[in-house]
């Protein structure tokens, strides 16, 4: 009797992307790779049937059932497969390719018109059956599908890491009995006021995708609060062109369900007298307040800068910074980043507290350093640098003027604390 997926394997889950082109493997030597999965959809869920295996030097491709599989990884599949030739074959016209016939697919909604891309498709482990579970319509899918991981894991909290925005299989309608050469969309089995139930977060980013029809078309049905928090999330390019799509009214009505410092950033992406015909129309009171932040929002950041940070050469190890830190921190106003500078202040890149910690004592600051730095420019306003924290998770920006020198460094709880007092 074949040796089924193991008890540990029975609660896991599994990305698409993550795992084809895993070395699949029998006998304990590698027969080929993952090209593709094959389901079967039988009920709420479609299970997992077979994993479809190209292998080289011309040899025949396999398509394996999931009850020979033992283990599967990102980087191994391991299989109780001991005659390939049994399992030589191609895909049926029938058969159903999660890579071939969903992954990069587009997603329409019930009245056909486009919502999202499917970036990836997830699938779980329960008593030994694979199942498809999601399809994966989130920003950080789409950089992971394209090898950006390095970024999206930069830009996105662990939170939204493991738990991505997911769309569940039972929103998707069945998909064609003969599959052959599927070049179709995806289309879900719900209507575009589905999209009520995404984040708002999330909604601004499906918005920002698609194309200025579509994009008024699905912001035109959400309610006015939905559509309020929905407007605040949305990139202020795509932003200031759906506003100039809206009626002055409707606009008025959206910012007038934001706070003032949330309807200051949206008024701030538009032009000056666009922005004045707006306010006009707003609830009095709310649209003195909202004046005042932009009035403020518009001094330069480096007015606010400290210059109260630890900086140290590329060259320091990790276990001088950690003898020096004491010294180095003391009256700084920022601590949890080092900086690393050259001989002309020249920021090279940025080591986070808890990273230099978990180092080696022989490291030096230039080999565990990130180099893609986040940063400002000293003529950016308070409206850019508060948009700047709200769309990344740091505790503080530096300032680097055009010869990459850095000038200062701007701590988040100081915007924050800057944004409160103007509205007081």
Same mark, same amino acid.
């Given at each position: 009797m074949d040796k089924a997926i193991t008890q540990n394997e029975l609660r896991k889950f599994y990305f698409l992307t993550q795992i084809l082109e895993a070395k699949v493997l029998a006998q304990? /030597?590698?027969?080929?790779?993952?090209?593709?999965?094959l #389901?079967?959809?039988?009920? /709420?869920?479609?299970?997992?049937?077979?994993?479809?295996? +190209?292998?080289?030097?011309g040899h025949p491709s396999l398509l394996l059932p999931l009850d020979k599989v033992i283990s599967m990884s990102a980087k191994e599949i391991l299989t109780s497969i001991t005659d390939l030739k049994m399992f030589e074959g191609e895909p049926k016209p029938e058969n159903i390719r999660l890579k071939d016939h969903i992954l990069d697919k587009k997603v329409l909604d019930i009245e056909?018109?486009? @919502?999202?891309?499917v970036y990836d498709v997830k699938m779980v482990m +329960?008593?030994? /059956?694979?199942?498809?579970?999601? @399809?994966?319509?989130?920003r950080y899918g789409f950089l992971r599908r394209l090898h950006l991981k390095w970024l999206a894991d930069l830009i996105y909290r662990p939170d939204e890491r493991t738990n991505p925005e997911l769309l569940s299989w039972t929103f998707v309608q069945s998909l064609p009995t003969q599959m052959g050469s599927f070049e179709g969309d995806v289309k879900l089995n719900v209507l575009k006021e589905k999209l009520s139930e995404l984040q708002p977060q999330d909604l601004a980013d499906i918005l920002e995708e698609l194309d200025r029809e579509q994009r008024l078309a699905v912001f035109g049905e959400l309610d006015t609060e939905h559509a309020s928090d929905t407007l605040e999330n949305i990139d202020p390019v795509v932003q200031r062109d759906l506003v100039a799509s809206l009626k002055k009214d409707r606009v008025a009505q959206l910012l007038n369900e934001m706070t003032p410092a949330q309807a200051a950033d949206v008024l701030a992406a538009l032009a000056s007298n666009e922005a004045e015909g707006i306010v006009q129309l707003l609830d009095q009171k709310h649209a003195k307040k909202i004046q005042s932040i932009l009035d403020k929002q518009e001094a330069k950041i480096i007015d606010f800068a400290t210059y109260n940070f630890i900086q140290f050469g590329p060259e320091t190890t990790v276990a001088e910074v950690e003898v020096e830190y004491p010294k180095?921190?003391?009256?700084? +106003?920022?601590?949890?980043y080092i900086y690393v500078v050259d001989n002309s202040d020249k920021l090279l890149g940025v080591v986070d507290l808890k990273d230099l910690l978990l180092a080696n004592d022989e490291a030096l600051l230039k080999d565990i350093m990130v180099d893609n730095i986040i940063s400002l420019h000293p003529d950016g306003t308070l409206k850019q640098a508060h948009r700047?924290?709200?769309?990344?998770?740091?505790?503080?920006?530096? #300032? @680097?003027?055009?010869q990459g020198k850095i000038l200062g460094v701007l701590p988040r709880e100081d915007v924050l604390w800057l944004k409160h007092k103007i509205l007081k």
């Open positions: 304990g /030597k590698k027969v080929g790779r993952l090209a593709d999965v #389901i079967k959809e039988n009920g /709420k869920l479609p299970e997992v049937t077979h994993l479809y295996v +190209q292998r080289p030097f056909d018109r486009e @919502v999202e891309v +329960q008593n030994g /059956k694979l199942y498809v579970s999601d @399809v994966d319509l989130s180095a921190a003391k009256g700084k +106003q920022v601590t949890l700047m924290f709200r769309h990344y998770s740091f505790r503080a920006l530096p #300032i @680097v003027d055009g």
